[in-house]
DNA sequence: CATCCATGCAGAAACGTACCTGTCAACGAG
DNA sequence: CTCGTTGACAGGTACGTTTCTGCATGGATG
């Protein structure tokens, strides 16, 4: 009952050790960890009793005693790309909020925490943490972050198809050659002659795979291409871009555009030109922001299902961290999902008074 | 040259300590502990020859073993409310978004990390991480979280006046008040007679303050309360609010929106309604999407700045940790933004051919 | 009765670092 | 010549766990 002070220093009232537990209690440290830990073979009195000294004691075990000893920190690194010395950028505010969220979710409901660090951290901060592995978003070619985590050992997952010979452990990624292919065919079956795309002038492999699809899709069917490219990291630049695309003489009868901003920005530069989506144009665009379900008309999106992406990578990872079924696949493809609204339907839908409110966007 | 095999383990390969720097460098462990981390009086010269064989050895030392000899981490929490089992809510996605960056990249600059960790989270994994204090955005009127943290002498700083008697070490907010009165003023001087309140029905402090703000102020002017309220955490109800709102006999001729996504939402009832915005109805939501400058018409909207309130919170938080400055103030207000733009002002603005594209949101 | 195994627990060795406490040489002052 | 001083390092302990090994005890088995 009475706090037995045979603690080894004079120091008062710092915080309660496993020692203190089993001094309390009147056993060993030993017996101490095996009962809060669920190990060893104790009856289940014993256990009972221990858990009650160290709930009265406040015992709190160490994270850092333990992270030494077992070599495991429960630290997930979540590293994203920066431009500037921001974190992640602008274009990506809502994909990587939801990716991050549900890695969030996933990490936890398996122990784990998620720890930001970006791409660019000094490097005594990297090294200040104890991590069990990463998750890298978009690695570009030769990451030397990626490159010095695998040589660490550290398993590293990434999402977006890793460029080149980098060496992640696993990967997942959306096929976005497939998804441009078939977001061009709906819009060419909603009678599109010319499709125009608004795209980044940046190297990464999302931009560089749907490009190239796109491109490869106007030579099979026999259309010129008709795109503008900008820095899709800088905010205002996609507005510019977007009223190039429709001030050009061979202006396109329905467009993609690449990234999130893009919708807004084409819908308002068709208004300054007079143009009525979707009976003069056809609009689509990547996001995954709901604004799009509200806008006048409704916009079509292609999600890339951040959600299932950032559960997955999560999976993987912790699953190579704990030597799970070493011969698991280590890619991913998840599928992309259409959300066709008014603004790629040929036929502009009757004009409802009231329509109904927009359905949420789970998973 | 040759590696020097005096490691006590016949273990091959394990990573390099300290140790066996100590042993490849000639020199004591202290000495190469003092020569990397720049304390003791070595010269130069020994410093410099410890530093070239750490690097040759790729010696990484232990975050682990580190913290617990140190008792630093380096590490600060993120705390996050949560509804359902998901971290933070869909209606404050830009926000959250933005304020994490801030204080990711704030963070950063001092050397410290940033963990996410949602208030629901399991016990286990709370205990598992060593935090050196912890970031909590919006805590409710008790928030055992906060309350476990304190009582393990961590340092607290939350986003948003604590309610209650929850006992932070500081604490960052907006003035909310203010906010919706100057914003209510700046309506009524565009001519508003009647303004609504679209509102949610949860208790935190930000929806709490605000509201009672707008009733005050039209106490004040004598106008009667016209508002709706929802709860703003499921996704579809906003939209059905809105339209409610703009159905009410006694609709109003503005309406302020508390939430991110009400803006469109409101947008698109006034079309069901046949409302012309500005004409018929003036908008303001808060939000800090730049969405907001792309609608047909562009709409007002209130930011809350979460960048300088993320970078606030960070630094509030790290001074606590390192202990800098006892008496520097543990409360600080951050000042709203006002942005002005065509849905809150009576005259419409002729009609431009090509406008020109839309400002960076920066700071 | 001797042997064996399962049970219940204790002792002690790591884990890798930081830092406190020496030790030893050189050196100038008295 | 002696003595404090200072520079340059080495030794050793503590941080708080986990876990390997080992030691009793007691009942079942031959």
Redesign the pocket.
């Known amino acids: 009952m009475s706090r037995t002070d045979t603690s ?2 004079g120091s008062r009232q ?6 203190d537990v ?1 001094a309390a209690a ?9 009962a ?2 669920g ?5 289940d ?2 256990r009972r009793h221990v858990r009650e000294v160290a709930d009265r004691l406040g ?4 994270a ?3 992270t ?4 495991k920190s429960g630290l997930i690194g979540l590293t994203v790309t920066t431009y500037g010395d921001e974190p992640f950028t602008f274009t990506e505010f809502a994909y990587f909020a939801e990716m991050a969220r549900a890695a969030t979710s996933a990490a936890l409901a398996r122990g784990y925490a998620l720890v930001i660090l970006p791409a660019t951290s000094r490097h005594d901060v990297w090294q200040n943490v104890a991590l069990d592995g990463t998750v890298v978003i978009d690695p570009s070619d030769h990451d030397p972050v990626v490159t010095e985590l695998v040589r660490q050992g550290l398993p590293v997952v990434s999402d977006g198809r890793p460029a080149g010979t980098l060496p992640v452990t696993a990967w997942v990624d959306n096929d976005h050659e497939a998804a441009v292919l078939g977001l061009l065919d709906h819009l060419a079956a909603a009678g599109a002659r010319r499709i125009g795309l608004l795209t980044g002038n940046t190297t990464d492999t999302y931009t560089r795979l749907s490009t190239t699809a796109y491109l490869s899709w106007c030579e099979r069917v026999g259309q010129d291409p008709v795109y503008e490219t900008y820095p899709a990291h800088d905010p205002c630049a996609g507005a510019v871009a977007a009223d190039r695309l429709l001030a050009r003489p061979d202006r396109p009868d329905a467009v993609y555009g690449l990234f999130d901003p893009n919708g807004t920005d084409l819908l308002a530069a068709a208004r300054r030109y007079g143009l009525r989506v979707p009976d003069d144009l056809l609009l689509v665009c990547c996001s995954e922001s709901t604004v799009y379900a509200a806008t006048e008309p409704p916009i079509t999106t292609l999600s890339l299902k951040p959600r299932r992406i950032g559960t997955a990578v999560v999976q993987l990872l912790i699953d190579a961290i704990e030597g799970i079924d070493e011969n698991r696949p280590v890619e991913q493809v998840i599928p992309t999902e259409l959300i066709v609204r008014t603004s790629s339907q040929r036929r502009r839908s009757p004009r409802t008074k009231v329509s109904p409110p927009r359905s949420p966007a789970q998973d």
């Open positions: 080894r220093r710092s915080r309660a050790g496993i020692r089993a009147g056993v060993s440290i030993t017996t101490v960890s095996d809060l830990n190990k060893g073979r104790l009856p009195a014993t015992y709190r075990p160490s850092a005693a333990r030494l000893r077992t070599g």
